[in-house]
Each structure stands twice: as structure tokens, then as C-alpha cells.
């Protein structure tokens, strides 16, 4: 009887891997069109429909850091038809930074792959009147809480890297959080922020234009993007080096053969040349590895990082 009925969950088990998905899938972002995670949401999306045969449609839940929407998957049921493109904050570092979160990133939520990372440009505005990082630093440390900073949310890698700059150089600069990229980026340009680290290609037309003064990448080699632009590794600084990253995940527990077959098909799809070539232009590197590979990534950065908010004070309350 036992037998029986362990092959009747099996032929059930593989039949639904088989068959999935049946119907349309939701890819909530955290973050609002036109942001990072919704560039490549939208690209992800675009090459699942194609493979797998059912529309992923996207669906932008922002607020609260990611945290409004990333919430909103992982109370979603585990059936492999609402999954999240998820970032830094709201999988690894929000724990850190809110007294409490509605969701547990840990228990709630399944990796299934890294998508993609990408090095960030420290960019402040013209008016400062200074031509280089260590003017910046100078300029900044003689005008203590007189510059504003944005970044594209709470415990985003633009929040947590001038965080780490501010510990490690003993700055004091005011935090101005946005509901994503567009908007800081917006302010910045209207004189309302003086500085910001952002994702190279957002803020490199500005660059070239004389609208924002680019100062350093958070990598330790140049970027290709922006060869004039020294490295942080360059200026003495390689512990900045700092990667924006955006993954994919889903409710905690959806069957493990959905996430095996969204991940396979992931990979498939964000290795393709024309993703490549498109997230590239973007700024990106494309991962795509496989779940365990990005359950290491996430608890390594959530190690990393917990350690700056702790030494910052960093809060997002």
C-alpha cells in the first residue's frame, strides 16, 4: 500500500514538473519600471516566455527598501507562479537595518539563480566643484552633515557602499532613500542630492554631458564602460570594491523539481548572446548559476555586509 501510494506522488511530482508552468507567471520587482531589477526582470521574463510557453508578466510592487514586494512573494503560494527578482537589501542586508521584517529571507524565500551583477560609478554633483575622490573626501570631511546622498533604496548596494566609504574615512554624509533608480538619479540632476553610487550606465550620459562629476568604480579593475574612471583599488581603496547583484526567487516551499526547471531554463536564457550583449550595455555581468551557488553568494554578502551596518550604525528607520 505504502509502495502505491509513493508512486502516486511521484507519477503526480513528475507530471506537474512536466506540465509547469500551465499557466501565466507573475514576476513581482520590488522596484519601479524603469530600475535595474526591472531592466532585467523584463529581459528574464522575455526569454522564459520563449522557452517555456506561458507569458511571465511583471509585475512593480515598490516601497519600504524592496521590502513591500519581496513580502507579497514570500506569502505567496509556493506553486512556481509568482516569483521575485530579488537584490541585495531585501534578501541579504534589510535584516540588518529594520528592527523587524514581515518575512524571513532565509525561511521564506528559495534561491534559484544569481542573474547578474555589476560594479557601481560614485558620481557627485558639479557644483562641489571637485575634480577628484580625494577632493570629494576632502571637501566632505570639511563640511560634516552638509552633503545629501541618495541611493536607490535602504540596504541597496548604493545605500551600504557610501556607508562603508563614510566608516572606513569617518565621513558624515546625510542619506536620502529612493523608491529606485529613475527617481534619485532625477533629484541629483535638480541639485536636490550631491552625491551617489550608482550602476555605471544609469548615470554615464550624465557624465559625459558635464552634469555629474564621475570619481571612482567600485571594482578593482576599470570599467570597459568608463575607462577615464579610476578603480577604487587605484585610489588605495579596494575594500570599497561593492557589486550590485539581482537574483531570482520564489516562495520557500515550491516544489524543488519547479525551481530545478526555472533555473535550468534561467541559465539557458541568460547565457544567450543577445542577453549578454543587452545587460552588458547595461552594465552587467551575467551569473546565472544554480540555486546552491546563489544560497552561497547570498549568505556570504549577508556576512559581509552585516559586518559595514554594524560599524556604520547604518539604519533604514
Request: charge should be positive; aromatic fraction near 6%; include cysteine.
Amino acid at each position: 500500500m505504502r509502495c502505491a501510494v509513493f508512486a502516486l506522488l511521484l507519477a503526480a511530482t513528475l507530471a506537474s514538473a512536466q506540465t509547469y508552468p500551465a499557466h501565466p507567471v507573475k514576476l513581482v520587482v520590488p522596484f519601479p519600471p524603469g530600475s535595474t531589477p526591472d531592466i532585467v526582470g523584463r529581459t528574464l521574463g522575455a526569454k522564459l516566455q520563449q522557452t517555456l510557453g506561458q507569458p511571465f508578466v511583471v509585475e512593480n510592487r515598490s516601497g519600504a527598501g524592496g521590502n513591500i514586494g519581496t513580502d507579497a512573494v514570500a506569502k505567496a503560494p509556493a506553486d512556481g507562479y509568482t516569483l521575485l527578482i530579488g537584490i541585495n537589501g531585501p534578501i541579504a542586508t534589510n535584516k540588518y537595518l529594520y528592527r523587524s521584517l514581515p518575512y524571513d529571507p532565509e525561511k521564506d524565500l528559495a534561491p534559484i539563480s544569481l542573474l547578474a551583477t555589476a560594479a557601481q560609478m560614485l558620481v557627485v554633483a558639479p557644483q562641489l566643484n571637485v575634480e577628484s575622490f580625494q577632493a570629494f573626501t576632502d571637501y566632505t570631511r570639511a563640511h560634516p552633515g552638509r552633503i545629501s546622498y541618495g541611493s536607490v533604496g535602504s540596504g541597496s548596494a548604493s545605500h551600504l557602499t557610501m556607508e562603508l566609504l563614510k566608516s572606513e574615512l569617518k565621513l558624515d554624509l546625510v542619506h536620502v532613500p529612493y523608491r529606485g533608480f529613475p527617481p534619485a538619479v532625477t533629484d541629483m540632476l535638480a541639485g536636490n542630492i550631491q552625491a551617489m553610487f550608482a550602476i555605471i550606465p544609469g548615470v554615464l550620459p550624465h557624465v559625459r554631458a558635464g552634469k555629474m562629476k564621475a570619481l571612482a568604480v567600485t571594482a578593482l579593475r576599470r570599467s570597459k564602460l568608463a575607462p577615464a574612471v579610476p578603480s577604487v583599488a587605484e585610489l588605495g581603496m579596494p575594500q570599497l570594491e561593492s557589486l550590485a547583484w539581482i537574483g531570482l526567487l520564489a516562495p520557500a516551499a515550491t516544489p524543488p523539481e519547479v525551481l530545478e526547471r526555472l533555473s535550468a531554463e534561467t541559465r539557458r536564457g541568460m547565457h544567450a548572446a543577445d542577453v549578454s550583449d543587452v545587460l552588458g550595455r547595461q552594465g552587467f555581468d551575467v551569473v546565472a548559476g544554480t540555486p546552491a551557488e546563489f544560497r552561497r553568494w547570498i549568505d556570504a554578502e549577508s556576512a559581509k555586509w552585516a559586518r559595514v551596518i554594524r560599524a556604520s550604525g547604518a539604519t533604514a528607520e
